[in-house]
């Protein structure tokens, strides 16, 4: 396109205002109304070659103008210098907006239903709801997934005012079924959107029964807008998996899916300008995207579809992990190796400066959040907002501890009960939570526990640390037992004088000196003779996780220490 006009800079756009009129059945004769022979109208052509001859063609026939105005598809500007070219760009765009704002002023907004009513059920935060839903919809998703190589999604929700609005209104209406609001979103967010109605918080089994015959509906449309389409094409293409990216949910606003939080986030953004081009689009006119035609072919040209990559997905992509006491040694370098695996984090701690600097470096979407593993709602509220924030659970590790030094004979009672409430009844608060989470998802999980092999070999002025850590030991062994049949996998790591919170330098310095061995010593004083890093600890939590038929296991990484061996 770019060789056909002689104007030597070029700006394209599909800025909402711009698109807003170009989904018009008169979007002609909106561009003359509006911007005059400034800009050329031209009906939509697919890109390539088609298009590049009729841009010549009209540029041709009209050489005074400054810019393109493509019906369904967006704007092009042109001019000898950059700045010029680039003004003309912002000065269209401005002047779509200000007559889709008189218009909208003159018409009091007659066409957008419910667009002023924000609709909680039974008074529900939407926070707290979307944690509810969020579970379920993952849960759905995987089920009409088999035949996908990953059945687990990543959720990303619009819950703002506007999204909720809009999710109660206009997008519950035929118009949101119309299409994309320009032909290459439909690779991001399919061409239309699942619509499920309101959840009530009282019966969310119910309305997941409802959401499963949705999507079996959807499914079964998109399958025969692929036959329909493909055999149009010659029958020479491959269908695309049929499930949808975003879901119009009542009450809660948009939620937006991808095998990764980086695709939910896209389908996200792209839905978000879905929207305001739809209701800016009714405001002055009636919505009429691309035709079905004209969106497969978009969807299914190879230069679209190259877009999105053929990258080969990492292991664990798609999955959830939380991992607390995360901003710590241990937890830190779980996280990383995770997020290394290509999951989605989720980084618990009391510090939660600690926290925030860990997924500052894992980057992405990584989640810091605050939580006292010791306090019910902290933990509540921490899972609530990774559901939220992700859509669900799928891998926990429960590492957070504290090691307090002391013989029993002469430990204060109070001393004993505080490592009790770290070391058991926490890890119990963080397992029932996460477990909860994994049952509504339907997809298994593994409950990855930090024990220590004190559970296992004593050692002697650590007798609230060994005792606690044996109870715990019990605890995921209990809950192995109980959830096998639920698919969720519970195994536990025991290491041995890792440097961390728990054995700082100042510790291994005293313990080294007590047995009159050097510090490197002391930490190599194993059959391997090497000393066992986080690091180490943490690959061990990455393996136990992708063991998909191994429950109930300890995995001991220490260098070898016969005492500690499990017999």
């Given at each position: ?27 002609e ?6 911007f ?14 088609a ?35 680039y ?9 779509a ?14 066409h ?5 009513t ?9 926070g ?20 996908l ?99 119009v ?31 800016d ?11 079905e ?35 710590g ?69 429960s ?136 690091e ?21 990484v ?10």
């Open positions: 396109l770019h060789a056909y006009v002689k104007a030597k800079y070029i700006d394209h756009s599909h800025a909402l205002p711009i698109l807003a009129l170009a989904d018009q059945a008169a979007s004769a909106l561009c003359r109304k509006i005059g022979t400034r800009l050329i109208w031209l009906p939509y052509v697919m890109p390539g070659f298009l590049a001859q009729a841009v010549a063609k009209a540029c041709e026939a009209h050489p005074e103008g400054e810019g393109l105005f493509l019906s369904k598809h967006g704007l092009f500007t042109f001019a000898d210098t950059a700045r010029d070219s003004e003309r760009t912002i000065e269209f765009t401005t002047m907006e200000d007559y889709i704002a008189a218009q909208t002023r003159a018409r009091h907004g007659a957008l239903p419910a667009v002023t924000v609709d909680r059920p039974n008074d529900a935060e939407p707290k709801l979307i944690a509810q839903v969020a579970p379920y919809l993952r849960a759905a998703f995987a089920r009409f997934s088999h035949d190589p990953n059945p687990h999604w990543i959720f990303n929700v619009r819950d703002g005012a506007s999204e909720r609005a809009f999710a109660s209104g206009l997008g519950a209406t035929d118009v949101a079924q119309r299409g994309v609001a320009t032909p290459d979103h439909v690779i991001r967010m399919k061409g239309r959107p699942l619509v499920l109605p309101r959840p009530d918080p009282r019966d969310l089994p119910g309305w997941a029964r409802v959401m499963d015959e949705r999507l079996a509906d959807f499914t079964r449309k998109y399958h025969a807008y692929f036959v329909r389409n493909n055999r149009r094409a010659g029958g020479i293409k491959r269908e695309l998996d049929q499930l949808p990216r975003v879901a949910i009542p009450g809660v606003g948009l939620a937006c899916a991808g095998h990764s939080a980086r695709e939910a986030s896209i389908a996200a953004d792209l839905a978000q300008q879905w929207m305001r081009v739809m209701t689009a009714e405001a002055c006119g009636a919505y009429e995207p691309v035709g035609h004209d969106e497969f072919d978009m969807e299914y040209w190879s230069l679209e579809q190259a877009k999105l990559g053929k990258r080969a997905a990492r292991p664990l992509e798609g999955r959830v992990v939380v991992v607390t006491g995360g901003g040694g241990i937890g830190a370098a779980t996280a990383r190796a995770f997020a290394a695996q290509g999951a989605e984090i989720a980084v618990l701690d009391l510090n939660e400066e600690a926290a925030q600097r860990v997924a500052q470096e894992i980057g992405g979407f990584a989640l810091a959040l605050h939580c006292d593993v010791t306090r019910e709602s902290d933990v509540t509220d921490a899972f609530d907002r990774v559901a939220s924030h992700f859509g669900g659970v799928d891998i926990v590790v590492n957070a501890g504290i090691a307090l030094p002391g013989d029993l004979l002469d430990l204060p009672e109070a001393s004993l009960r505080q490592s009790f409430e770290v070391n058991f009844f926490a890890h119990q608060r963080v397992a029932r939570r996460a477990v909860t989470i994994m049952r509504q998802q339907g997809m298994g999980g593994a409950l990855l526990f930090n024990v220590s092999k004190q559970a296992l070999n004593p050692g002697r002025g650590f007798g609230a640390y060994g005792t606690s850590k044996a109870a715990l030991l019990a605890l995921a062994r209990q809950y192995a037992v109980e959830h096998g049949a639920d698919g969720i996998r519970v195994n536990v790591v025991n290491a041995d004088h890792i440097r961390s919170g728990l054995m700082t330098d100042a510790m291994i310095a005293r313990r080294a000196a007590a047995r009159g061995v050097s510090e490197a010593e002391y930490l190599a004083g194993n059959l391997l003779k090497r000393e066992v890093t986080a180490d600890v943490a690959q061990a939590f990455v393996l136990s996780a992708q063991l998909e038929k191994t429950t109930g296991n300890i995995m001991t220490d260098g070898g220490n016969v005492a500690a061996m499990p017999r």
